[in-house]
Nanobody, 124 residues
């Protein structure tokens, strides 16, 4: 059973930046395609970013495209989400997810493992 541990959340003002990190508990990180999702109070879980196992392919929804960047360092066993130009509507709990597949997907049901989440709050 793979455990994912997120870090880097916090409180930031509108227009600010945060970088989230996610590290799985096992060293075979390169087997997994990775993604970030988020969930705001009273809303469904929403896709934020995904990266393939090789890091060649990334996916973003229009709501974060150009502001968020997903990356991975297989040597460091970590996936990152750089979030710039943050907006109040980005406020949510952010979850890291992993799937044992070369391809990343944009639906939550496609992921096998999930982290506990990290809170991101953007104030106006």
């Amino acid at each position: 059973q793979v455990q994912l541990v997120e870090s880097g959340g916090g409180l930031v003002q509108t227009g600010g930046s945060l970088r989230l990190s996610c590290a799985p508990s096992e060293r075979t990180f390169s087997r997994y395609s990775m993604a970030w999702f988020r969930q705001a109070p009273g809303k469904e879980r929403e896709f934020v970013a995904a990266i393939s196992r090789s890091a060649i392919t990334t996916y973003y929804p229009d709501s974060v495209k150009g502001r968020f960047t997903i990356s991975r360092d297989n040597a460091e066993n970590t996936v990152y989400l750089q979030m710039n130009s943050l907006k109040v509507e980005d406020t949510a709990v952010y979850y890291c997810a992993a799937r044992v597949n070369v391809r990343a997907v944009v639906v939550a049901s496609g992921y096998d493992y999930w982290g506990q989440g990290t809170q991101v709050t953007v104030s106006s």
